[in-house]
């Protein structure tokens, strides 16, 4: 367990001070009833009423929400240099790699946090109630609270707390969106089990069209979930948006906007998880929203991040680039630990040539290298951009 010194703490609140844009409390069960879902797949209807039999009431928990400005990069992979906000982690960054997809599994303890990425496009959770059943409307299916979140931040100004992603004139910026305490009411299966009725699974658009019984069939639904404690335990979201459709090799400037971006939603995770565990309040009444309780010893929890083939689906990307950059962010940000749920074998094999090369560039060097310098080096390795493969 690693302490935090005060100086850190202060310049923790600084940086978030600078970076958090919007802050929000939602009470679930009060946010879905004055926030319905609205579903456009009649698939989609019946496992929400399976899972939610009593509307609004069937709901627990309170959704934190979050919405960031992109941070800028550190200037290298140097510990130390992360160490000055990333929160006083010294070891090397644990990575685990699994061939499989996210179960939302309870912390091993009070001290340690999870995360889980959603695919997000610039419309925060904007796709919830279509036809498509990709990872992001999975998850947004599953924890049915955050389709509510999204219709209630296209109420509120703008409508811009819904966005992941801002574009000026010169350049686009992340602006990642992270949900704290999301319920997960529901599991859906959907691999291929042609003894169930889905001999072409249920992902992608291959939902939209199975039969009702084959879709209850692969459908489990979660009352409370307890720990092994039997504390109740709910769900942290990372919704950030990765480039798209691009061609031909990744330049240097595609690079670095993948990095700045992950590592934004990385870092805002860390801090976040700082509040979840009591190391910093929030108030969201107050004009000072962030604060730092009064406390002898103050323990940096463990962070851990789960991801997958970010970008790589609908939106064509390489898995074994995106998996470096995801892996180099974390290092980055003061993460303790990335597992990587690559779903299937090929997907595995393209996540390791990802984590060989982070390892090349940057782990083996013991971080002795320049954020510039990395990324020229990965632009020279020459990987393409994939296809999009319509889900």
């Not at 850190?8 to 679930?28: E, G, N, R």
């Not at 180099?328 to 090369?357: F, M, P, Q």
């Amino acid at each position: 367990m690693a302490l935090i010194v005060q100086s850190t703490l202060q310049k923790i609140k600084q940086v978030i001070s600078t970076h958090l844009k919007d802050y929000y409390s939602f009470p679930a069960s009060d946010l879905v009833r004055e926030n319905p879902p609205i579903w456009y797949c009649e698939n989609k209807k019946i496992v929400y009423n399976m899972a939610c039999p009593n509307g609004a009431d069937s709901f627990h928990g309170t959704l934190k929400y979050t919405h960031w400005t992109q941070f800028d990069l550190p200037k290298s992979f140097n510990v130390e240099e992360k160490n000055t906000i990333g929160g006083g982690r010294k070891e090397k960054l644990e990575i685990e790699v699994l061939n499989d997809i996210f179960d939302y599994s309870p912390p091993d303890d009070d001290n340690t946090v999870v995360w889980y990425i959603n695919f997000a496009d610039l419309n925060v959770f904007g796709y919830y109630g279509g036809s498509l059943f990709a990872q992001d409307e999975m998850q947004c299916l599953e924890h049915p609270a955050l389709c509510s979140l999204r219709d209630k931040l296209c109420t509120i100004q703008d409508g811009s707390q819904a966005r992941t992603r801002m574009t000026t004139s010169e350049k686009s910026f992340a602006t990642p969106v992270l949900v704290r305490g999301v319920e997960r009411r529901a599991f859906i299966k959907t691999d291929r089990n042609e003894a169930e009725g889905r001999p072409y699974g249920l992902y992608g658009n291959q939902f939209a069209i199975s039969n009702e019984n084959t879709v209850k069939l692969a459908t489990t639904v979660f009352d409370e979930r307890l720990d092994s404690r039997g504390k109740p335990y709910y769900s942290n979201i990372i919704a950030m948006e990765a480039p798209k459709y691009g061609s031909g090799s990744y330049t240097n400037s595609t690079i670095r906007m993948i990095l700045e971006t992950a590592y934004s939603g990385f870092l805002a995770a860390r801090f976040e998880s700082l509040v979840e565990t009591g190391v910093l309040e929030r108030k969201y009444e107050n004009e000072e929203h962030t604060i730092i309780p009064e406390k002898d010893d103050i323990i940096a929890p463990r962070v851990i991040i789960n991801t997958g083939n970010w970008g790589c689906g609908a939106y064509g990307g390489n898995i074994s680039i995106m998996a470096c950059l995801q892996f180099a962010a974390a290092h980055l940000a003061g993460i303790d630990k990335v597992i990587y749920h690559t779903v299937d074998n090929k997907s595995r094999n393209d996540v390791n040539i990802g984590l060989e090369t982070y390892r090349e560039l940057i782990m083996n060097l013991d971080g002795m290298v320049k954020v510039d310098e990395f990324i020229t080096k990965l632009a020279r390795k020459n990987f393409q951009w994939g296809f999009s493969n319509g889900e």
